[in-house]
């Protein structure tokens, strides 16, 4: 008896202890204005910058988990957003998602405090690259 509760107690601590990387997920490294840099990928294999296209497009991430994505000063979309793990649908990898509630959900591919690059989550899907 007193093997299973050791046992039992081992367990729930390696299961609560191992749970969601709290650094990872906290939003508060991602908050601020992101400019964009670049689109690429995609069936026709695209190269899209704010130079070759006029656009300037901003994705702006609050505290309070609002986000907005505006295009020349005009907002495309807005809502809600948090990050989150999830197993992707190309390579089937767990992978760290920018979940976002009117648009889609783009893995977070590479993160640093100026650049961050996020992709699409399906075949030829685009892959975006912003800074601050």
């Known amino acids: ?18 749970g969601t990387r709290e650094d990872e997920t906290d939003n508060e490294q991602y908050i601020g204005v992101w400019n964009w840099v670049s689109t690429d ?3 026709g294999n695209i190269h899209q910058t704010p130079a070759n296209t006029g656009i300037a497009r901003t994705l702006t991430l609050t505290a309070e ?9 005009v907002v495309i979309s807005e809502g809600t957003y948090y990050l989150g793990r999830a ?22 591919e590479s993160f640093n405090s100026s ?16 800074s601050k």
């Open 1 to 18: 008896m007193i093997k299973k509760i050791i046992l039992l107690t081992t367990f729930l601590f390696l299961v609560f202890s191992c």
């Open 115 to 130: 650049d961050l690059y996020i992709s699409e989550d399906h075949n030829d899907g685009l892959k975006y690259h912003y």
């Open 87 to 108: 197993v992707t649908n190309t390579d089937h990898l767990e992978k760290l998602f920018l979940n976002l509630s009117e648009d889609q959900n783009l893995i977070i």
């Open 41 to 43: 990928g995609g069936i």
């Open 65 to 73: 988990s609002n986000y907005t994505i505006k295009e020349n000063t």
